[in-house]
DNA sequence: GAGCACTGC
């Protein structure tokens, strides 16, 4: 039997770290209080309300600070409330960013109901193609990604008194650029004597010191938290074989625990989620009687969204619900009623590698501060248990934290975003947690050959199609790739291409069901590549109306299809915004292609005699991608969109080019590539 | 010959 381990000590808060305020508190608490008598009651009942007045008195005073909470302490929805009643921040507008869309609404919604105000007055939001805001919005949720965004056209941020960089643990990219914006803008801000800028770093456990130091030894206040206690299990022996062990664990508390108590099992990913589902279902069938019966689900974020809503609905009385995730269940979709979790240990992950460019997609060990996050899905509503199939020695030689998304993808939209805020010397940027300087330069090399940079003064700074690149949502290549189409009269297609581009796959491939996707999918393949392919799906999903069964027989997801057509609008307003030049419609497939070969000329590959391909920027080996309109076929050029190591170095996204049509896109690049491989 | 973690602008 797995043996037991302690949980981590919840943090207290600490009073007196910062300086007395009873005379301020007494100014704080209002007279009469304005909510209604059951929201005043779930609000006095959260862990964060007693400290309401020190914390109150502490953030009047300090231009930074860091506040540590668990989940349940209600900082998130109550801090922003108590700044605004507390007049702290009243100058401006108080901003709380979040990683992800859904976040960043449902809390405003819930702020503005517990304020009894109308969603986009006092309380609002803004996120990608949603703006609940207006001029009296005093407390605004936007995802951090928005805010930068913003961060371009004002670089101080001068609307806000007051930023709160929430969830800031997660460390996504956004965040942490925003780090070093926000930072800046403060200093700045107080050299000029303009409105100062709080800023609030707020966080789950972990990471303190480096929040504090990098916030210029900002002071820490710690919540109490309301996490139910879990008790965690560890493995005697290393498991060989995690998916058996996780089966293994599933039917065992499957015997032993009630059947109202849910099961949430973590695994790496689509194909092995769905294998297991599977076994888990037939297994289940040949249970000795008096056993409960069992509803096995999958959930990954590929899934179509009616599968991922049917986790939500309760499993009949007598029947016990197993759900089968990727991290997805670790932070972006919260189950209830889950008592038992069993932590395989491992999570498919994405690294980068900058000299090849290449991105490695492999399964690896969780870092601690993940297997601390997969156990607390536990204990949500009452105490849990976690199954950790891996021994306790194991887990003591995992990663303490996960490595920060900015020192594992590719640089090139940060640097482009930097630079469009035209922040000095970028390449020594302020951040938290610097990335190699090789990342650095394999960005500023991606950038340079986009056409994107000048060199003014020994500064890095942005051609005129750098910026103008820099006003699009997307990755650079496919903002120049936009910039590059009217020349090839084919912005039309393009628009489409890259908004399908940059949205999930718009292509459902279930893999219980491979024969009748091919079968489908046959009318829409293009000789010519996925881009054309992709082409021909949108324009008859448009020609439709854009029919949902149509989309079901195809094996289309719709809800992507609607997301790229809703990306495609965005990007045509900023096109006419910028301005870029228009075209009108091509005829010819052929110019989309040379489009791409123009703008995609560092991502070829060509045929080689023995019938693979080799990369012509780093003679690197790939293979065509099997979910290629081209798998089949022998291309003696082609662009790609992606590299992806998985099994084997694959090319997604791929597109038949002509050879020469590179030559004439880059023709200096292609001579010092040439000079290169002959050395 | 045979496959794709998760977000976000």
Same mark, same amino acid.
């Given at each position: 039997?797995p ?11 600490r009073p ?45 005073n ?6 540590i ?14 700044l ?10 108080i ?14 919604t ?5 304020k ?139 015997q032993?625990?009630?059947s ?12 092995e ?14 249970l000795?009687?008096?056993c ?29 619900k ?6 997805i ?18 999570v ?13 997609l ?22 849990g ?10 887990f003591?030689? !995992?990663?303490? &934290?996960?490595? #920060? ?6 640089? $090139?939209s940060?640097? /482009?975003? *930097? =630079?469009?805020m ?6 020594? !940027?302020?951040? &938290?947690?610097? #990335? ?6 394999? $960005?500023v090399?991606? /950038?340079? *050959? =986009? ?14 199609i750098?910026r ?7 990755e ?50 293009s ?42 609008a ?8 910028v301005?870029?030049?228009w075209s ?5 497939q ?7 070969a ?15 391909y ?23 050029c ?26 004439e ?7 010092r ?7």
């Amino acid at each position: 039997m797995p043996e037991e381990a302690g949980f981590p000590p919840a943090k207290r808060f600490r009073p007196g770290c910062g300086p007395p305020g009873g005379r301020v508190l007494m100014l704080l608490t209002p007279a009469a209080s304005p909510y209604p008598e059951a929201v005043e009651r779930q609000r006095r009942s959260l862990p964060i309300f007693p400290a309401r007045g020190q914390l109150l008195a502490q953030l009047r005073n300090l231009d930074s600070a860091v506040l540590i909470g668990e989940t349940g302490s209600g900082k998130t929805t109550q801090l922003p409330q108590y700044l605004y009643e507390g007049g702290i921040g009243r100058q401006g507008v108080i901003a709380v960013t979040q990683p992800r869309r859904v976040a960043a609404i449902s809390l405003a919604t819930r702020v503005s109901d517990e304020k009894r105000t109308e969603l986009g007055k006092l309380v609002g939001y803004t996120v990608r193609f949603d703006d609940v805001s207006s001029e009296d919005t005093r407390i605004k949720f936007l995802t951090d990604g928005m805010l930068l965004r913003e961060a371009i056209s004002d670089s101080l941020l001068r609307k806000y008194s007051c930023i709160i960089l929430d969830e800031a643990h997660e460390r996504t990219v956004h965040t942490d650029v925003l780090f070093g914006v926000v930072k800046a803008a403060q200093r700045r801000r107080k050299e000029l004597r303009k409105l100062p800028l709080k800023v609030i770093v707020m966080s789950a456990t972990m990471d303190v010191d480096l929040f504090s130091q990098y916030f210029n030894g900002a002071s820490v206040l710690y919540l109490e938290g309301r996490q139910h206690p879990i008790q965690v299990f560890y493995t005697k022996q290393p498991q060989q074989d995690y998916l058996h062990a996780a089966l293994v664990s599933v039917f065992q508390i499957h015997q032993e625990a009630p059947s109202s108590q849910d099961i949430l099992v973590f695994l790496t990913g689509q194909e092995e989620i769905e294998a297991v589902s599977k076994t888990c279902r037939d297994i289940a069938k040949h249970l000795p009687d008096g056993c409960p019966s069992m509803l096995v689900l999958p959930l990954y974020a590929s899934l179509p969204y009616a599968q991922q809503l049917r986790v939500f609905q309760g499993a009949p009385k007598g029947c016990r619900k197993v759900i089968i995730a990727t991290n997805i269940a670790e932070t972006s979709i919260t189950i209830t009623g889950i008592k038992y979790v069993v932590d395989t240990g491992m999570v498919k992950a994405k690294k980068y590698n900058p000299d090849s460019g290449l991105e490695v997609l492999a399964v690896q060990r969780v870092s601690k501060t993940q297997a601390w996050q997969r156990a607390g899905r536990a204990g949500r509503e009452d105490s849990g248990i976690c199954y950790r199939l891996y021994t306790e020695n194991e887990f003591e030689k !995992f990663e303490k &934290m996960t490595v #920060p998304e900015i020192q594992r993808c590719n640089l $090139a939209s940060v640097l /482009l975003q *930097l =630079l469009a805020m035209k922040v000095p010397n970028v390449l020594t !940027f302020d951040f &938290m947690s610097k #990335p190699s300087p090789d990342h650095m330069q394999a $960005a500023v090399a991606q /950038l340079d *050959l =986009l056409g994107a940079l000048e060199r003014k003064d020994n500064q890095l700074t942005l051609t005129p199609i750098g910026r103008k690149m820099a006003a699009f949502p997307l990755e650079p290549k496919f903002a120049k790739t936009i910039l590059l189409s009217p020349k090839f009269h084919c912005t039309e297609e393009i628009l489409t291409i890259v908004s399908l581009l940059s949205v999930d796959s718009v292509l459902y491939n279930p893999p219980s069901r491979r024969d009748e996707v091919q079968a489908m999918r046959k009318k829409f393949l293009s000789s010519e590549g996925d881009h054309i392919t992709l082409l021909n799906i949108y324009r008859t999903f448009k020609s439709l109306g854009g029919d949902k069964d149509w989309c079901r027989e195809n094996f289309v997801n719709s809800r992507n299809m609607m997301l790229a057509a809703e990306v495609r609008a965005q990007l045509r307003d900023i096109c006419l915004k910028v301005p870029a030049p228009w075209s009108l419609r091509t005829t010819s497939q052929a110019s989309i292609r040379r489009c791409l070969a123009h703008s995609l000329f560092m991502s070829a590959a060509e045929l080689q005699p023995d019938g693979t391909y080799t990369t012509t920027d780093s003679r690197q080996p790939v293979a065509i991608h099997p979910s290629s309109a081209l798998f089949h076929c022998r291309p003696a050029c082609v662009v790609y969109t992606e590299l992806l190591h998985t099994s084997k170095c694959y090319m997604r996204d791929l597109c038949v080019v002509a050879a020469e049509w590179l030559y004439e896109a880059a023709p200096d690049y292609f001579r010092r590539k040439l000079r290169a491989t002959r050395d």
